[in-house]
Structures are given as C-alpha cells and as structure tokens.
C-alpha cells in the first residue's frame, strides 16, 4: 500500500468510526474541496440503496458530527 491509499484508508477508517473525536479528525485535516466531495459520498451513502445497513449507520454518525462542525458551538 503506498502513502495515498494509507491515507485515504486511515481518513475512511476515522470517518465511519462512528466515533466523534476521530470523524472531526479525520475531515478536519481534509482541504475544503476534499470536505465537500466526501460529505457528497456520504449523503450519497444514507440516500443511496446498494450500502450494507452497518454502512448507512455510520454516514449517517459522520454526517450527524459533520453538521454539528458547521453550525458552530450551541
């Protein structure tokens, strides 16, 4: 495995961790276009038939912890 499929491999892993300090992680460290084209993938992932329910379940963790990143502090 090169340096790029580590990384992306690690980004994914924290991702779909279902884990809020290592989703905020792993899409903090993203660049804004990255942001946006992996928030696009995971709507597409909750929205999308063809994705294991295990899948589903942990888009929809990130994009929940994503969004709460964007609305700023309650």
Same mark, same amino acid.
């Given at each position: 495995?090169?340096?790029?499929? *580590?990384? /992306?491999? =690690?980004? #994914?892993?924290?991702?779909? !961790?279902? +884990? +809020?300090?290592?989703?905020?992680? &792993? $899409? !903090?460290?993203?660049? &804004? ?5 992996? $928030?696009?993938? /995971? /709507? =597409?992932?909750?929205?999308?038939? %063809? #994705?294991?329910? @295990?899948?589903?379940? !942990? *888009?929809? =963790?990130?994009? @929940?912890?994503?969004? !709460?990143? =964007?609305? %700023?502090? *309650?």
């Amino acid at each position: 495995m090169n340096k790029i499929e *580590a990384f /992306l491999e =690690k980004t #994914w892993d924290g991702l779909l !961790s279902r +884990e +809020e300090a290592q989703i905020i992680r &792993a $899409y !903090s460290l993203l660049d &804004a276009d990255s942001q946006r084209t992996v $928030y696009t993938h /995971l /709507l =597409k992932m909750v929205s999308e038939p %063809g #994705w294991h329910p @295990e899948q589903v379940i !942990s *888009a929809r =963790k990130a994009l @929940e912890v994503i969004d !709460s990143l =964007k609305a %700023g502090p *309650a």
